[in-house]
Nanobody
């Protein structure tokens, strides 16, 4: 069994910062790409940021320059540092990890259950 558990969400004022964490645990052979997605009420799930196994990153245009993504491969953990938060960043943030559980299977995407980020004064 593989689990992804996010943490770090909460209520923050506009202009503030939060750091999200996501830990992958269970029977894991290797972790490839990891990423963060978000879904606001009434909106579709959208990509926020991704990081490859070798550290290459991508960001949604809406968060470039404000958010950074990083990972600790030894801990199977991915982080999302969110600065200069805006009310439109309010959403449930989900972690995704592309990982292998055995050497004879392809990498499969696993998702966490999400953590709520609310940006409001």
């Amino acid at each position: 069994q593989v689990q992804l558990v996010e943490s770090g969400g909460g209520l923050v004022q506009p202009g503030g910062s939060l750091r999200l964490s996501c830990v992958a645990s269970g029977r894991i052979l290797s972790v490839d790409a990891m990423g963060w997605y978000r879904q606001a009420p009434g909106n579709r799930n959208e990509l926020v940021a991704t990081i490859s196994g070798d550290g290459r990153t991508t960001f949604a245009d809406s968060v470039k320059g404000r958010f950074t993504i990083s990972r600790d491969n030894a801990k199977n953990t991915v982080y999302l540092q969110m600065n200069s938060l805006k009310p439109e960043d309010t959403a449930v943030y989900f972690c995704k990890a592309e990982l292998r559980t055995t050497s004879w299977t392809v990498a499969v995407n696993y998702w966490g259950k999400g953590t709520l980020v609310t940006v409001s004064s």
